[in-house]
């Protein structure tokens, strides 16, 4: 056999093993065969370059190479499910189905809801093409480079046998499939273990640590992640069934890695007897879940009940409660946070919850210490939040040990040693040392660069800590002292580096609110930072300005007006404000931010809902703002008026009009500025 003969056998024979491995779990050669076969083949491709195939199994391990995600736009819009969290919401549910489809019988597909990163997957010819995140809905991350690094995702289908009588039908010449991007229990137990071992932060739960993983600018790190992915929706102009679950089947005989836990039912009961099963059977499943999905079965009637605004009227999901258990209390230990905020964590006797060993739980603040009479020695039950973070929700007194102690909090920073401070109206004690204390040096670092303040996307939390313990960097000023030739290591780093120091320099740019709030001023939010740039307009009014002054501006309370004066009075903020202007950060609002501010929409709160022709609803924000006015989320009496696009949703149409708030067109609003 020649060498290009060969090259294509071991393609088609690693594609299967792979599949049957990754997907069927019932592998027929060993390890170390299937290692043979790869390093055979990678011996192959290196000898004939013409052959060079983006699907090959050799491309699984990935790449070293940094590359900056595009943003693509979904065929299909992402939308996300309507969640219920009991039986009447789904009966509810199901009744309006029954309404929408006027009285028509109709199948329901049960299937498990996984707890991972959506992922939307597009296949031509049989050949995955491209990998793209659910972004905002419209638009996501095209991740394809790092989703061929997951094993159980198909590179390439095989088309069955023309003579087969039992093959499922060809698949589609295009098709979208989708699912979810997991991090087995397994895999994060293991780099937990590993990230504490490092001194590193741990992932919260799998889903994260998969979103993460998935994000990563390196597909040779995904690839050692050992990520897994369920599919679970089949999109297309030429589907092989009219009904989901059966398309779901067929895409299983492709060689789709699909839930065996879906199952097709009629009545409201079977749905019930679906969801008091999994809510137990699901603790045995190797990745996380957190409900079930419920979807009509049939397309066509899929078609006939349509969307609203956010979420098809098919499809609902059913949250599982809360898992709870009892453990042993062994100590509380402190953490500080980017605004000195002191959080007491629980230690206790490690114990299996949702899918994790846990072993810490956060215990918020003193109040909520006293308010459970915590001693050390306690049973406490434990819940997941959300099925994320552990927290405790309370204590079982008949086991309390005679010589158990109460905890008593802090009073000084286990950080820096400065005595901790309680301001007024506020729950948690805070380290006040702000421009001393190592972990909120850093985390003001982190918050400055933040997507939402100067969005320096190029440096990342363990990029600020390697700066800061090498003494790179003590403040936020000295990130614009970094050149190249210091973070360029050894020498093979330069590409990374110069990313570095020019996303360091893009920053210049960043409008001077966006400055304000990445100042990171304790108790100064987004919104904050806008109304304060908005009203001083440069940094030195802002400086100057006496606490009555700051108190006058709606939504700027006492607690915050003192934090702000306290901030300016301090010499080395001040040292730093002044290096960030020298370096030329915008320090004032932009003349065409200035001549478009107006108190148009003074006093006025708004609620945005719909799509938009001629602004998106970020730029809607952003004008009623400018204007004067507020955006809040939902209706209620003290609501002024909609700003209501195409589509808007029926219960906000139906609660305005009962509230009898008015609905104002795009055109109407737009006319209404320029008035």
Request: aromatic letters at 8%; one cysteine or more; hydrophobic letters at 35%.
């Amino acid at each position: 056999m020649d060498e290009i003969k060969r090259i294509e056998q071991l393609r088609k024979e690693l594609h299967e093993h792979n599949y049957k491995y990754y997907v069927l779990n019932q592998p027929t050669i060993g390890d170390q065969e299937f290692d043979f076969m790869m390093h055979e083949l990678q011996d192959l491709e290196a000898k004939h370059p013409e052959m060079a195939d983006p699907n090959s199994p050799t491309q699984r391990v990935g790449s070293d190479l940094n590359a900056e995600f595009r943003q693509v736009e979904h065929k299909y819009p992402m939308l996300s499910l309507a969640n219920t969290y009991n039986e009447q919401d789904v009966a509810d549910w199901y009744e309006s189905v029954k309404k929408g489809l006027a009285g028509e019988d109709f199948e329901v597909c049960c299937e498990m809801k996984y707890d991972g990163l959506s992922i939307s997957l597009t296949y031509v010819d049989g050949k995955l093409t491209q990998a793209v995140t659910r972004g905002d809905g419209v638009h996501g991350d095209d991740v394809t480079a790092n989703v061929k690094t997951i094993r159980s995702i198909p590179l390439v289908l095989t088309p069955p046998a023309p003579d087969d009588l039992f093959a499922a039908p060809a698949y589609p010449h295009e098709f979208e499939i989708r699912g979810e991007i997991l991090m087995p229990w397994s895999v994060f137990e293991r780099l937990n273990k590993e990230r504490e071992e490092a001194e590193e932060p741990l992932f919260a739960n799998p889903r994260n640590a998969a979103s993460g993983t998935l994000k990563s600018q390196k597909s040779s790190l995904v690839a050692s992640r050992q990520l897994d992915a369920y599919l679970y929706y089949l999109l297309g102009e030429e589907l092989p069934a009219e009904g989901h679950f059966e398309n779901l089947e067929v895409a299983r005989q492709w060689g789709f890695k699909i839930s065996e836990g879906m199952k097709k039912v009629k009545t409201l009961q079977q749905i019930y007897d679906f969801i008091n099963y999994w809510d137990t059977e699901r603790k045995k499943l190797p990745v996380a879940t957190d409900g079930i999905v419920l979807k009509v079965n049939s397309i066509r009637q899929q078609r006939a009940l349509g969307f609203t605004a956010k979420s098809p009227r098919w499809a609902i999901a059913y949250k599982f409660k809360a898992e709870r258990v009892c453990t042993r209390l062994n100590e509380v230990t402190y953490q500080v946070g980017r605004t000195g905020a002191i959080t007491p964590v629980a230690n206790m006797d490690p114990v299996q919850l949702a899918g994790t060993t846990v072993k810490r739980a956060t215990l918020n603040n003193e109040d909520f210490i006293k308010s459970f009479d915590l001693h050390i020695g306690d049973y406490v039950y434990v819940e997941k939040g959300g099925e994320i973070i552990p927290k405790i929700v309370g204590v079982d007194i008949d086991q309390r040990p005679i010589i158990a102690q109460p905890v008593e909090f802090i009073k000084r920073c286990p950080e820096c040693g400065t005595p901790l401070v309680r301001y007024e109206g506020e729950a948690a004690w805070y380290c006040p040392n702000d421009t001393g204390c190592p972990p909120q040096i850093k985390g003001r670092i982190e918050h400055f660069i933040a997507r939402k303040a100067m969005n320096i996307d190029s440096l990342g939390p363990e990029t600020v800590d390697e700066y800061y313990r090498h003494h790179l960097i003590h403040n936020i000023a000295d990130l614009y002292d970094i050149d190249v030739q210091q973070i360029n290591g050894d020498g093979s780093r330069t590409k990374s580096a110069q990313r570095i120091v020019n996303g360091i320099a893009a920053s210049k740019d960043v409008p001077f609110e966006r400055v304000v709030f990445a100042l990171g001023i304790r108790f100064v939010g987004e919104t904050s930072a806008k109304l304060l740039a908005r009203h001083f307009k440069n940094i030195d009014a802002l400086m100057n300005a006496g606490i009555e002054e700051l108190q006058e501006i709606e939504g700027i309370g006492e607690v915050m007006a003192k934090s702000i004066i306290t901030y300016f009075h301090n010499e080395e903020n001040l040292k730093i404000i002044e290096r960030l202007r020298a370096y030329g950060l915008q320090m004032e609002l932009s003349e065409a931010q200035t001549a478009n501010v107006s108190d148009k929409l003074a006093g006025q709160s708004v609620v945005i809902s719909g799509v938009f022709t001629h602004h998106s609803r970020d730029e809607y924000k952003a004008i009623i703002e400018q204007n004067g006015g507020k955006n809040v989320g939902s209706i209620s009496s003290k609501t002024s008026f909609i700003l209501a696009g195409e589509n808007m949703g029926p219960s906000k149409l139906q609660k305005a009009e009962k509230l009898g708030i008015k609905i104002m067109s795009e055109e109407e609003f737009l006319s209404l500025l320029n008035s």
